[in-house]
Nanobody, 122 residues
Framework: QVQVVESGGGLVQAGGSLRLSCAAS????????MGWYRQAPGKQRELVAA???????KYADSVKGRFTISRGSDANTVYLQMNSLIPEDTAAYYC????????????????WGQGTQVTVFS
């Protein structure tokens, strides 16, 4: 059974940094596309960053230059490094494993984690 578990959220002052971690059990992340999404109260869930097995990355315009998605040295961890945080980054952040190595697999299926809350105060 595939499990996806996020950690690393918290309360941070604007301008600060956080690193979110996504850990897997039941499958190695290295074979699959991975994505980070977020959902703020009253808003739809949106893609923040995605990473394919071929190394292709995609970022939301609002986080380009501030956030970085990467894989850990093991096969089972994906990170989201968030720098220069602003209050608009406040949301629940979710990790998703795709069904294959392609970006498209994140849009058609996959496995979600339960989310971790990030709150940025000014």
């Amino acid at each position: 059974q595939v499990q996806v578990v996020e950690s690393g959220g918290g309360l941070v002052q604007a301008g600060g940094s956080l690193r979110l971690s996504c850990a897997a059990s039941g499958s190695a992340f290295s074979f699959y596309a991975m994505g980070w999404y977020r959902q703020a109260p009253g808003k739809q869930r949106e893609l923040v960053a995605a990473l394919t097995t071929g190394g292709y990355t995609k970022y939301a315009d609002s986080v380009k230059g501030r956030f970085t998605i990467s894989r850990g040295s093991d096969a089972n961890t994906v990170y989201l490094q968030m720098n220069s945080l602003i209050p608009e980054d406040t949301a629940a952040y979710y990790c998703k494993r795709g069904d294959s190595g392609s970006y498209a697999s994140l849009e058609t299926g996959g496995y979600w984690g339960q989310g971790t809350q990030v709150t940025v105060f000014s």
